[in-house]
């Protein structure tokens, strides 16, 4: 299969109050962040549900660099322009091209590398030139869903709360950092209650793939009991991350009348 850059696009946050903006509008800790060392998060709206997930990693005391899905790129600007307008940061959407990558990434030390364990990480460069570490989109996919790692697209922004996804398990959130957007639903959640849906890998035999947001039923109640988030095909079906009720591993559930059955992270 072709090797293919993934679907991602790299903003430029650069000024005297990057840090600032981005530590009141994120679920990680901007202030503290050393530079070179990449974090993951989110941004998320006033209910506490995600607008978009992100990598990003200091590359100067008042430059950093921010990955996320192209499909919420302009969504995500525009929710932080009215943020950004009051304060001596700009924003640019970089020309960079984003990799999954399987082998050694010390052989690309002039590029950003972010691991993803098991010799699997991110390449973002900044040209279009596939780099010889880089694997099919398809086969990135598969291993960022068996790892459990979801990602937000323009389909289901603003529908998910962090711990639906994980990202609290994933250290996607710091509890401890001060109020940013969503924060106060967010840490109530954190704090004083019990999440209700977690993320979960499910396999399907369906020719038919699921669709994103398609709904995941108990076949005994016939009640509605989560969603998938993504999906992506096997060699033997379908994969998909689905946020379901905490637990769906102990139900028979199917998606589009097709059943389907729970699977362990890789």
């Known amino acids: 299969m072709v090797n293919q850059q993934l679907s991602d696009t790299v903003l430029a946050f650069t000024g005297p109050d990057v840090r600032s903006v981005l530590h009141g509008q994120s679920t990680r800790n901007f202030k503290t962040l050393t530079l070179n060392t990449p974090v993951d998060g989110a941004f998320c709206d006033l209910k506490g549900r995600v607008i978009a997930d992100f990598s990003a990693i200091a590359v100067a005391d008042e430059r950093i660099l921010l990955r996320t899905d192209t499909g919420v790129a302009s969504a995500l600007i525009a929710h932080l322009s009215k943020y950004l307008m009051f304060s001596k940061t700009t924003v ?157 591993a102990t139900r028979s559930i199917s998606i589009n009348g097709q059943p389907a059955v729970t699977l362990p992270f890789a």
């Not at 967010?186 to 709904?215: E, F, M």
């Open 92 to 248: 640019t959407a970089l020309g960079w091209t984003c990799w999954g990558c399987s082998g050694d990434a010390s052989t690309y030390r002039s590029d950003i590398t972010i691991s993803r364990g098991d010799q699997h990480f991110e390449l973002w460069q900044e040209h279009d030139r596939p780099p010889e570490a880089a694997m099919s989109d398809v086969a990135w996919q598969r291993h960022r869903l068996m790892t459990g790692y979801a990602r937000i697209c323009s389909t289901t922004m603003n529908l998910f709360l962090p711990q639906d996804l994980n990202y609290d398990l994933r250290s996607f959130i710091d509890f401890d950092k001060g109020c940013y957007t969503g924060q106060e639903i967010i840490a109530r959640l954190h704090y004083r209650g019990q999440p209700k849906r977690r993320l979960t890998l499910v396999s399907t035999k369906s020719v038919n793939p699921p669709s994103v947001s398609d709904r995941i039923y108990d076949n005994e109640s016939e009640k509605n009991i989560g969603s998938v988030v993504e999906t992506t095909s096997t060699d033997n079906g379908q994969l998909s991350l689905c946020e379901a009720v905490v637990d769906v």
